[in-house]
């Protein structure tokens, strides 16, 4: 590929030589012919004026004639006799030169009158025009008159022409070259500045468009920067559209996971990062081969890059187990995987199916109880008073205790199901307190032991009375029931009961220094049907006791946009419950 200016140059050199080629041969040789034949004209008409001049004076009197003539003008004469012998020449002796018969234009003048001939001459060492012609001497003798002059002046002119046209069309020709090349500028400047420019384009770099130019080059550039500015407009567009694609792939609570038909990994949400967890910092560009860890999604890649999609659900270990469920499609470049966490949703089956077998465990025991005394009633007829009433009352307090649970039950229902019972309320926390209480105080269970109260009121809060009564009381008959499971009714027995203020917050702790929670059990017990101790006998305790005292405490704290948990304790239990004093609207 050659340059606009590698061409230019070879174009001015073609027409150059051939202009050159064309004058040296058409033009020399045109100015040569007219001036040869110019000089052979001459010699004619000096030739005839000589052999006039012969013919009157004779030899003798001819030398005179020929000894005024110019001698610059550079003529030669010769007189020869008919058999060749020369006579006379003015510039040699002519006993000294040779027998001229045989020149041709001696030969052609003897037959035709005249000879002409034009040739190198070797004595002078130049080209030579000849022209001989039949004359008388006065007394009757046939001579021949040669006049020769030189054609060295005429391949002077010639080359001197030549060397003017040389010249000239070097002159011509630079000026062409520098005319051109000048002109060549303006249109192959912007022609480099327009190639930078689509360069930087092609490096998605702003462009620098030239603004001079050739009207052509000017209209060209302009239309590439109108490409440009839409191009970019377009770039940008589409910059801005991946942008939300990403946005929204990263907002999205599931995992998704790109691998292209080479087995590399072209798109990877940062969900997908956190469900996997063992997977490279910078995921994108590796192959999935070794950046994902997951022997059942690496199956079902590997069967979706063979076209089959699939699903599967599996768990990942971390901190704890998570369940995963990826569904994985063929798409047309690739691989599309989509992972969603299932550990709720499993967790909440897991939880549900061990609800239903508590709750029905937890009933199983009374009414087993109950049927045993009641068959015993039925069956035994000779039962004395004193038994028969016995077993009743036993029917009776299985009785209470199954419906005391499925009050539990359906309260836990209805707070799970966030259905209020009541609404809320501007009340004083440590007038509901202090009433609580004094309540458990008068409860015969609570007699031997010492409560510390330490309640400033008022203490205002936006909430449900019957469910925070519930809910206190809940963690108060705890204190008491597990107070006295150590100290039973011997004195020693010690709970505390505190409302103080904790920033935004009612902070509420009630601590005892009962048999305490183990530190294991501190989160568990916040569940249904947990106990600290599985063997715990429950037996006895005419309240509670299935585990469900505290779940119900901590919704309806939750319910109130509070909290509750199990702290740290020297000895025995201690609650701290955290309500927000803010009246809510
Ligand atoms: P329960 O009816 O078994 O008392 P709760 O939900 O009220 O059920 O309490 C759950 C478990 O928390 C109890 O079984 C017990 O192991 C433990 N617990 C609750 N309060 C106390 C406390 N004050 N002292 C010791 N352990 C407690």
Avoid at 45 to 51: R, Y
Avoid at 116 to 145: F, K
Avoid at 351 to 376: C, M, N, W, Y
């Amino acid at each position: 590929m050659r340059t606009l200016k590698g061409r230019m140059t070879d174009l001015v050199a073609t027409v150059l030589a051939l202009a050159l080629l064309v004058g040296w041969f058409v033009v020399g040789n045109g100015i040569e012919e007219r001036m040869h034949s110019q000089a052979k004209n001459s010699l004619l008409d000096q030739v005839e004026l000589l052999v006039g001049a012969l013919g009157e004076t004779g030899l003798d009197g001819f030398s005179d004639i020929l000894g005024r003539l110019d001698p610059s003008a550079g003529t030669r004469v010769t007189v020869i006799n008919m058999r060749g012998r020369v006579l006379y020449d003015t510039q040699a002796d002519p006993k000294t030169m040779d027998n001229h018969a045989d020149r041709p234009e001696i030969r052609e003048a003897m037959l035709k009158g005249t000879g002409v001939s034009s040739r190198y001459s070797r004595s002078l060492g130049e080209e030579q025009l000849y022209i001989a012609r039949l004359a008388t001497d006065p007394v009757g003798n046939t001579l021949i008159l040669r006049a020769s002059v030189s054609l060295r002046y005429i391949l002077e002119a010639v080359n001197a022409a030549r060397m003017r046209l040389l010249f000239s069309l070097l002159l011509a020709g630079g000026a062409a070259m520098t005319a051109g090349l000048f002109f060549l500028r303006q249109v192959t400047k912007p022609l480099e500045e327009l190639t930078r420019a689509a360069f930087s384009l092609q490096e998605g770099e702003k462009p620098l468009f030239p603004s001079s130019g050739t009207l052509e080059v000017q209209r060209l550039a302009s239309a590439l920067e109108d490409t440009s500015d839409r191009l970019e407009a377009a770039m940008g567009d589409l910059r801005r559209e991946q942008g939300y694609l990403r946005f929204l792939l990263e907002s999205l609570p599931v995992g998704v996971l790109v691998v292209d038909d080479n087995g590399r990994i072209r798109y990877a949400n940062s969900a997908l990062s956190s469900l996997l967890r063992d997977v490279p910092e910078k995921i994108e560009g590796n192959p999935y081969l070794s950046a994902i860890k997951a022997p059942e999604l690496l199956e079902l890649l590997e069967k979706a890059h063979k076209g089959q999609s699939g699903r599967a659900v599996f768990s990942v270990r971390g901190r704890e187990e998570i369940f995963l469920e990826a569904q994985v499609l063929k798409i047309d470049w690739g691989v599309l995987a989509v992972l969603s966490d299932l550990t709720d949703r499993m967790r909440l089956e897991q939880s549900r199916k061990a609800f239903v077998a508590d709750a029905g465990h937890e009933l199983q025991t009374p009414l087993t109880a109950i049927r045993a005394a009641a068959e015993l009633l039925a069956d035994e007829r000779d039962l004395d008073a004193e038994k028969r009433r016995s077993m009743a009352q036993k029917i009776l307090t299985q009785q209470e205790r199954m419906t005391a649970l499925v009050d539990d039950l359906l309260l836990l229902s209805r707070l799970e199901s966030k259905v209020p019972s009541e609404e809320p309320e501007e009340l004083d926390l440590a007038g509901l307190l202090n009433s609580l209480v004094e309540n458990t105080l008068a409860s015969p269970l609570a007699e031997s032991i010492e409560v510390e109260r330490d309640i400033a009121g008022p203490a205002v809060v936006s909430g449900r009375p019957g469910d925070l009564w519930r809910a206190f009381g809940n963690i108060l008959d705890n204190a008491v029931k597990y107070t006295r499971k150590r100290f039973g009714d011997e004195p020693g027995g010690k709970i505390r009961v505190a409302l103080g203020r904790s920033e935004d917050d009612w902070e509420i702790v009630i601590e005892d220094n009962g048999i305490g929670i183990p530190p294991r059990a501190k989160d568990i017990i916040f569940e249904r049907f947990q106990r600290a101790e599985a063997d715990r006998s429950r037996e006895g305790l005419p309240s509670g006791g299935y585990g469900l005292g505290l779940a119900i405490a901590k919704r309806i704290f939750e319910s109130h946009g509070g909290s509750i948990t199990a702290g740290e304790s020297t000895e025995g239990a201690r609650f701290s419950v955290r309500l927000p004093a803010r009246l809510s609207s």
